[in-house]
């Protein structure tokens, strides 16, 4: 379901700057005035800055490892794009994420999630976008391993600790992917047990760019 029905996204940088970056190298900074809190937005206060078209091609890593954030997701690992010809933006999600609510008497290390086809989760990627479409992320293999980057984990510091009574929600920001043979939840805890979980392949079990897959 999209971030306009009744998942949330939540996107937590107001005051904070978005830097503006075209061939390597930041061509503006301006603050964020307000949340964005649904699939796109808008934001004005841009300098100017002349191409050829409203189309962009941008390359960048997307991390193997996310930082812990309650509620949110890691910061840096929920990007957004957006391209325009007068200055006004509308910002696009790349990406879609996984929420998992979790209970328990135990507090948790980290969190992996790793594709069982081994698709790309994470790594080198290139994302192409004209304005009125749709952004699309087309991953590289690892040139050392020459396969995808098929897991990512979430790094949860000293431990978070769960509660019996009331769920605590892990995000994790994840590309678009249909995880064609399912995907498989690793729990490693502060004591370092480990506790695995096999999510089946289904209509139901595939992350959308936009939206949240809530487990």
Not at 115 to 136: C, K, T
């Amino acid at each position: 379901r999209g971030i306009n029905g009744e998942k949330e996204v939540y996107v937590n940088n107001v005051g904070k700057i978005i830097y503006i970056v075209y061939d390597g190298q930041v061509v503006s900074s301006p603050i964020v005035q307000e949340a964005i809190t649904s699939g796109s937005g808008s934001i004005d206060g841009m300098e100017s800055y002349e191409e050829e078209g409203a189309f962009v091609v941008w390359n960048f890593a997307l991390p193997t490892t996310q930082t812990y954030v309650a509620g949110s997701f890691a910061n840096g690992a929920f990007p957004m794009i957006a391209v325009s010809e007068d200055n006004q933006f509308e910002f696009k999600n790349v990406l879609g994420a996984l929420k998992l609510s979790l209970t328990g008497n135990r507090a948790v290390k980290s969190i992996t999630v790793a594709d069982n086809a081994g698709n790309a989760l994470a790594g080198a990627v290139r994302v192409y976008y004209s304005a009125g479409e749709e952004p699309e992320a087309v991953f590289e293999m690892d040139y050392m391993t020459g396969a995808y980057v098929s897991s990512v984990t979430l790094d949860c510091g000293e431990g978070v600790e769960l509660n019996e009574n009331t769920a605590t929600e892990f995000i994790i920001a994840l590309p678009e992917t249909e995880f064609e043979n399912g995907f498989t939840v690793t729990l490693t805890d502060t004591e370092y047990n480990v506790l695995k979980f096999q999510a089946p392949a289904s209509e139901k079990n595939h992350i959308e760019r936009s939206a949240i897959l809530v487990m």
